[in-house]
């Protein structure tokens, strides 16, 4: 049973445009989220983080917004750039889990073209 | 570098072989994170190392799966009798203790393609 889901496999943008990144989410303990961004033959790396008191986070193109009622989170790129274009992970933790133990979704990849 | 680090990078093995992935995080980083992923899939908790604490180790699919961690540094996860459906990436991260903060940032290294034959 998936409990954090990127029900789009891929998307396609144009540079420039606004990239928008889809998750949702199962388990209602869940009270921390990350977005994580990964090249081929590379590790993921963080991104940008929710605390789910917070319904917006935002450093510089990139803005996570969180709906904790639909239990469904975003990422914003906007403008979206060519070098953007790598797989975006959505995360999870919770208190009860000690924060240390993330939840991935399965990934979006995002191709940004000219 | 200053990263993490996994050793090797690609291992095919045959099935029933017993295998040991390596990793080396960072410098000053107290815990330790095995993750694996599947194709097509989200990365998958492995087992999670916290300085000298017990490690938490509900992440771990099967006893053919075990982990160490030597002098609070290197970890080695290995697998016995490999299977099949053990190919993936494995993928290792570290993090710092850091106080007054509920999670830390999560370092993830390269990982270490495994291919089960």
């Known amino acids: 049973d998936q409990q954090v889901k990127q029900n789009s496999p891929s998307l396609s943008v144009q540079e420039g445009r606004i990239s928008i990144l889809n998750c949702d989410y199962t388990?209602?303990?869940?009270?921390?989220f990350l977005w994580y961004k990964k090249y081929p033959a590379e590790g993921p790396t963080f991104l940008i983080s929710i605390s789910s008191i917070k319904d917006k986070n935002e450093d510089g193109r990139f803005t996570v917004f969180l709906n904790k009622s639909a239990k469904h989170l975003s990422l914003h790129i906007v403008p979206s750039q060519p070098g953007d274009s790598a797989v975006y992970f959505c995360?999870?933790?919770?208190?009860?889990?000690?924060?240390?133990?993330?939840?991935f979704g399965a990934g979006t990849r995002l191709a940004v073209h000219p | 570098g200053a990263g993490v680090s996994q050793s090797p990078s690609n291992k095919v093995t045959e099935k029933g072989k017993d295998v040991e992935l390596r990793c080396d995080p960072i410098s000053g980083h107290t815990a330790l994170y095995w993750y694996r992923q599947s194709l097509g899939q989200g990365l998958e908790f492995l087992i999670y190392f916290q300085g000298n604490s017990a490690p938490d180790k509900s992440g771990l699919p099967s006893d053919r799966f075990s982990a160490e961690r030597t002098g609070g540094s290197v970890s080695t996860l290995t697998i016995q009798r490999t299977q099949q459906e053990d190919s993936a990436v494995y993928l290792c991260?570290?993090?710092?203790?850091?106080?007054?903060?509920?999670?830390?940032?999560?370092?993830f290294g390269p990982g270490t393609r495994l291919t089960v034959l």
């Open positions: 995360a999870a933790s919770s208190r009860s889990g000690g924060y240390n133990k993330l939840i």
């Open positions: 388990n209602s303990m869940f009270d921390y």
């Open positions: 991260a570290s993090s710092p203790r850091t106080s007054g903060r509920a999670v830390s940032e999560q370092f």
